[in-house]
């Protein structure tokens, strides 16, 4: 079995890929919405509102951070009911499945020995994300070695004229050697007509351009297709079905803990 169909499979399996979809449906349902319904927003606006509000409902799927359990009603007073369209749809996973582990300051959460990390694109770019543009994170995610390909010379995404990067690049890499596969979460959204796209997948290294992945697997439907597509747009007018409640977590004897970053 391929690196990509035991991660696939397992994602798929455990309901952490459904916790995902759910997670980015709700966050640019409400961007979109915010967005239709205010002047002069901008892409930027749109850009850091999804981000934001992805993070926000993975940490609440996956019951991490002030979702976690223990963490009393925090997180209930911050965002209320009314501002989470989709909690009723939310899927129903164990407190334990995910786990917030970020990397070098960037947020992450990991299921198992697994860490993905989040991306955004431009609109049907996510097959060229230019990784040696990204943050020296991103870069260090792009660089592992792919074990599907056997031994692999450092050397190998570089021409020739390249190789003075490789000495950047290896500097970069050492500051932060990574404890577990990482992997990376990458999503975009068309502002004008709600078309997105959502991938996980392994990132390669891209110096010079082409390919951004080693492989890459659609999270939207259908669920089995490698191949990023955009999906329908999402509704942005006012939903007539009333809030979930919020479910409270009762504490566990295990409390989930962020394994810390580094600088």
Known sequence: MTEKQEV??????????????????SAIAETMEMYAARAG???????????????????????????????GSAGVEETPDSAIRDLGDMPELD??????????????????????????????????????????????????SDPDSGQQSLFDPFAPDEIDGL???????????????????????NRFTGEHELVIGRPQFNLGGGDAWVWQHNLLDPPDSS?????????IGPDPVPDAPVRLRGPVDDQRTERGTAG
């Open 8 to 25: 696939v499979s397992a994602f798929e399996q455990d309901g952490v890929s459904a916790g995902i979809r759910w997670a980015y449906r």
């Open 41 to 71: 927003l901008d892409e930027t606006w749109v850009g850091t509102t999804r981000y934001t509000l992805l993070r926000d409902r993975l940490d609440r799927v996956f019951s991490c951070e002030r979702f976690g359990a223990g963490a």
């Open 95 to 144: 407190i334990d499945l995910v786990a917030r582990d970020g990397l070098n300051g960037s947020p992450g959460w990991a299921h198992g020995k697994r860490r993905f990390l989040l991306a955004s694109s431009k609109f049907g770019q996510i097959n060229h994300i230019p990784w040696p543009q990204k943050s020296r994170t991103k870069q260090g995610v792009a660089r592992q």
């Open 167 to 189: 000495a950047a690049v290896s500097a970069a890499l050492a500051e932060r050697e990574l404890d577990l596969p990482t992997f990376v979460v990458a999503h975009s959204l």
């Open 227 to 235: 191949v990023a597509g955009p999906s329908g747009p999402p509704p």
